[in-house]
């Protein structure tokens, strides 16, 4: 079984605080994604990495960053948490020509 | 860009009743089309999906969509709903070819009274 996992479940932190989510896959899989998703809204496409080394923007890439060092690992950077990125963060992992399979979700609060 | 539109966002339906959610989405290549399920409380899993063949897609739990390219719609149906079959629902695309960034509608609610 593909397995995505999260670092964390639930996460609180201040405004203004640099966040980081981690993400790690055991499937080799080359595509990793970062999403949010937030009722009425759907699934988001924050950042997405094609490679080691590589991302590309999303559709709400604004207040993010992102790092690949390894394949396994995706991680998402808030470089000064804000209330309006309270949400929940799901990553997702795929082959290039495969479906995406999805970790249990972060829900982050910023108060 | 590739986008992904979900008619009905929040459906309620009696147990044993026929189901169909629309799906369209706008791009201008070949794509693959996604169902995915997200029961209360649990991560998003895959339902069914189409990359290329019998547009005509069955997935788990009984559940089936069919591809209409001229219509750029992946519908997804179940004859007959069961209670267990409260979640929401997500139709998600991507480019066959390129990168393959996944793009999804924004769900449907759907409800199973017993």
């Known amino acids: 079984d593909v397995k995505v996992t999260q670092s964390s479940r639930y996460l609180v932190k201040r405004t203004g605080e640099k966040v980081f989510l981690e993400c790690v896959q055991d499937?080799?899989?080359?595509?990793m994604f970062w999403y949010r998703q937030d009722p009425g809204l759907g699934l988001r496409l924050i950042y997405f990495?094609?490679?080691?080394?590589?991302?590309e923007k999303g559709d709400i890439p604004e207040g993010y960053s992102v790092s690949r060092e390894k394949k396994e690992r995706f991680s998402l950077i808030l470089e000064s948490a804000s209330t309006n990125q309270t949400s929940m963060y799901l990553c997702?992992?795929?082959?290039?020509?495969?479906?995406?399979?999805f970790g249990q979700g972060t829900r982050l609060t910023v108060v | 860009a590739q986008s992904v539109s979900q008619h009905n966002h929040h459906v309620i339906l009696s147990e044993a009743a026929s189901l169909e959610l629309g799906c369209n989405y706008s791009?201008?290549?070949?794509?693959?089309l996604f169902w995915y399920v997200q029961y209360p409380g649990q991560h998003l899993q895959l339902l069914l999906k189409?990359?290329?063949?019998?547009?005509l897609v069955k997935g788990i739990k009984g559940f089936e969509a069919e591809f209409i390219k001229s219509k750029f719609s992946f519908n997804l149906r179940k004859p007959s709903v069961q209670w267990s079959d409260t979640a929401e629902y997500f139709c998600?695309?991507?480019?066959?070819?390129?990168?393959?960034?996944?793009?999804f509608g924004i769900g449907t609610k759907l409800q199973v009274i017993p």
């Open positions: 997702a992992s795929s082959r290039s020509t495969g479906s995406a399979f």
């Open positions: 499937m080799d899989h080359e595509n």
């Open positions: 990495s094609y490679d080691v080394k590589m991302k």
């Open positions: 791009y201008g290549g070949t794509v693959n």
């Open positions: 189409y990359f290329s063949g019998d547009p």
């Open positions: 998600a695309v991507n480019a066959a070819r390129g990168y393959q960034k996944v793009t």
